[in-house]
């Protein structure tokens, strides 16, 4: 099954510096990644997401990039503010032979800290 | 925010009990599923469902099961609760959809439920 690496575990930034997350992913097959902002007693919220057929994407602030031959994606953050600081997720998934899709498969997050 | 609904958002069991979870959406989404989250192993799926009577089984499913009888409830059942079972439960739902001939799957996430096995 699919597998995914998230790093760094913890990162700790600058107000109005830039964030830069990375995630990798094991099957080839897999063609959806989102990206979760979770804050404390609240369940994952999407926040950007990015297909097989991208290469980049930009929402505001936040930006994923994709690049499907060495298996990679990452979320990038710019002007941090407070607010950002989450725990951020990334997941992938695999199309269903069926139709559809199955679960995602998650990272294990990263603990976004925005240092006043 | 998407339609959904966990109930209960908190519950404390003895080991041996039965438990119940209910998601409930007001979407009309296809799919929904059941992930649980614990410290260092981010969410993990349990079972999910693509229509009414449709289940299948996901990366932790041992010691749960699932049953969806109509479109907007999904209900996850612990037959005999164990304390490795603790963890905080979501549910998700989506309406997989089709983009520039690409299959994607949008989950939306509900709040969550609290579960401690003593």
């Known amino acids: ?116 | 925010d998407a339609g959904i609904t966990q109930s209960p958002r908190h519950k404390v069991t003895e080991t041996g009990t039965p438990v119940t979870l209910r998601c409930h959406q007001t979407e009309n989404h296809r799919y929904m599923y059941w992930y649980r989250q614990d410290p260092g192993h981010g969410l993990r799926l349990i079972h999910y469902s693509y229509g009414v009577k449709d289940t299948d089984k996901g990366e932790v499913s041992d010691g749960y099961s699932v049953s969806r009888s109509k479109t907007e409830d999904f209900l996850l059942t612990l037959e005999s609760a164990t304390s490795s079972q603790t963890s905080v439960y979501f549910c998700a739902i989506s309406e997989s959809g089709q983009g520039f001939a690409v299959l994607y799957n949008e989950q939306f996430f509900g709040p969550g439920t609290r579960l401690t096995v003593l």
């Open chain 1, 1 to 116: 099954g699919e597998n995914v690496e998230q790093h760094p575990s913890t990162l700790s930034v600058q107000e109005g510096d830039s964030a830069v997350i990375k995630c990798t992913y094991s099957d080839s097959a897999s063609n959806y990644f989102p990206w979760y902002k979770q804050e404390l007693g609240k369940g994952p919220q999407l926040i950007i997401d990015i297909r097989s057929n991208v290469g980049e994407k930009k929402d505001q602030r936040i930006a994923v990039t994709l690049n499907k031959t060495a298996k990679h994606f990452s979320l990038h953050i710019t002007e941090t503010q407070p607010e950002d600081s989450a725990v951020y997720f990334c997941a992938a998934s695999t199309p269903h032979s069926g139709g559809g899709a199955d679960g995602l498969t998650f990272g294990k997050g990263t603990h976004l800290i925005i240092q006043p």
